[in-house]
């Protein structure tokens, strides 16, 4: 399989634990993406890489919030001291850089759902 | 500011109908690109159609076809014939050039009836 992976694909967790999430995107994929989706609502943009820069972090992005891609390859999103509105899928997804890349469509990965009870 | 919208959350059709999805964009970007996923109950996004802002033709791939107006900033999403395997959540979203990010809308949720 050739997609975009994520693990794990459930996780639940006390308030005020800390998680860790990982996504393997396309191996050609340079930019990598991290999503937060919760019920009844569209994905949310929370941060953007190329290669291994973060470039782009959304507000939403709390600073318990933390996404690494030390290598340009996989990432791993941390969350610190969680809260239960921390409950979400968390969606990652990939796609290809170079000129236009905006214009690229993402491959998205299938999700670690959050619960924090 | 950008922005989609996807004014129908629910949709319920019978089988063999054929099933309109809007989808109203706001951006100020003159280059920007739009998209569909469908989200199945599975839950992975999948990619059904791109188009770019200076492209307004329409699109037809089998029984899905794509009306793109720039005069109404609308890319509306139509399933001709709709089976039971169309049920899904569908989601527009607006990629614009200076970005780095989707913006989606909020889905529409379509269930086909048998």
């Known amino acids: 399989d050739t997609g975009v992976s994520q693990d794990p694909r459930h996780k639940i967790t006390k308030r005020g634990q800390n998680v860790t999430f990982r996504c393997d995107p396309i191996?050609?994929?340079?930019?990598l993406y991290w999503y937060r989706q919760t019920l009844g609502q569209g994905p949310e943009f929370l941060t953007y890489?190329?290669?291994?820069?973060?470039?782009?972090k959304s507000r939403l992005l709390s600073d318990r919030f933390s996404a690494e891609r030390p290598k340009g390859s996989f990432s791993t999103l941390e969350i610190q001291r969680t809260e239960q509105g921390d409950s979400a899928m968390y969606l990652c997804?990939?796609?290809?850089?170079?000129?236009?890349?905006?214009?690229?469509?993402?491959?998205f990965g299938p999700g670690t759902r959050l619960t924090v009870l | 500011a950008q922005k989609v919208t996807q004014a129908q959350t629910e949709i319920s059709v019978v089988e063999k109908e054929d099933v309109t999805l809007d989808c109203v964009y706001e951006?100020?970007?003159?280059?920007?690109?739009l998209f569909w996923y469908k989200q199945p109950p599975s839950g992975e996004l999948v990619f059904l159609i791109r188009?770019?802002?200076?492209?307004?033709q329409n699109e037809i791939s089998g029984r899905y076809s794509w009306n793109f107006q720039k005069s109404t900033s609308s890319f509306n999403f139509t399933i001709t014939a709709s089976q039971v395997v169309d049920s899904a959540v569908y989601f527009c979203?607006?990629?614009?050039?200076?970005?780095?990010?989707?913006?989606f809308g909020t889905g529409t949720s379509l269930t086909v009836i048998p």
């Open positions: 188009r770019n802002s200076f492209d307004e």
């Open positions: 997804a990939s796609s290809r850089g170079g000129q236009g890349a905006s214009g690229n469509e993402q491959f």
């Open positions: 951006t100020r970007d003159t280059t920007y690109y």
């Open positions: 979203a607006l990629s614009p050039n200076t970005g780095n990010q989707f913006y």
């Open positions: 890489f190329q290669n291994e820069a973060q470039l782009e």
């Open positions: 191996s050609e994929h340079n930019r």
